[in-house]
């Protein structure tokens, strides 16, 4: 019997091992950015809707205690706190919402709010708000009515579309939605 020799080495070439370590790395890189965009989306998504449910409790709560409340909303601080109409003493068991603190790390969120439940707010990172105080004010009645309704807008990285949150007068209906062309849209999914 014959025995041949092969020389035919059994292993990969140090190219054919750069051509992998290369692909792999295109790869990866376009993998994390799609994942560090969808985890700053995920987070916008968070805070918005942990303000709606914060609005909403203050909204029930002035309901249940028969009492006007009035929601001022601080874009500078990024905070809402809800006060008594008369007194001005905090609405009974509901506590200021800081947003920053609130959802880790979205220090760079930024809050804009109006009055108007108009579209036409601009939010990024040169805001101003434009009251006289420089905070929103939405009237909560105690019949669980809004006299006086608004807009909030979050805006988290200029990539990523702003978040909506309306409140609506009369009724108090508090609606979550995402920017699209510079208006809310409260018709898509969330």
């Given amino acids: 019997m014959k025995l041949s020799k092969n020389n035919q080495s059994q292993g990969f070439t140090i190219i054919e091992l750069m051509v992998v370590v290369i692909i792999v790395g295109i790869l990866a890189g376009i993998g994390m950015g799609h994942y560090q965009r969808n985890w700053k989306e995920e987070r916008?998504?968070?805070?918005?809707?942990?303000?709606?449910?914060?609005?909403?409790?203050?909204?029930?709560?002035?309901?249940?205690?028969?009492?006007?409340?009035?929601?001022?909303?601080d874009d500078a601080n990024t905070t809402l706190k809800a006060a008594s109409y008369e007194?001005?003493?905090n609405c009974e068991g509901i506590s200021p919402l800081k947003l920053k603190p609130k959802i880790q790390n979205i220090d760079s969120v930024i809050l804009c709010s109006q009055t108007s439940t108009s579209s036409n707010l601009s939010c990024n990172s040169s805001h101003t708000n434009t009251q006289t105080d420089g905070s929103t004010k939405i009237i909560v009645t105690p019949r669980g009515t809004v006299a006086q309704g608004g807009l909030i807008k979050l805006n988290l990285n200029q990539s990523i579309k702003n978040r909506c949150i309306a409140i609506i007068q009369p009724l108090g209906l508090i609606r979550q939605g995402i920017e699209q062309?510079?208006?809310?849209?409260?018709?898509?999914?969330?």
Wanted: proline share 0%; charged share 20%; net charge negative.
């Fill in 181 to 190: 062309n510079s208006s809310c849209n409260f018709n898509t999914a969330f």
């Fill in 44 to 73: 916008l998504k968070a805070i918005t809707r942990e303000t709606a449910a914060w609005l909403e409790d203050a909204r029930l709560r002035a309901l249940q205690q028969s009492e006007t409340c009035v929601i001022e909303i």
């Fill in 87 to 89: 007194n001005g003493n």
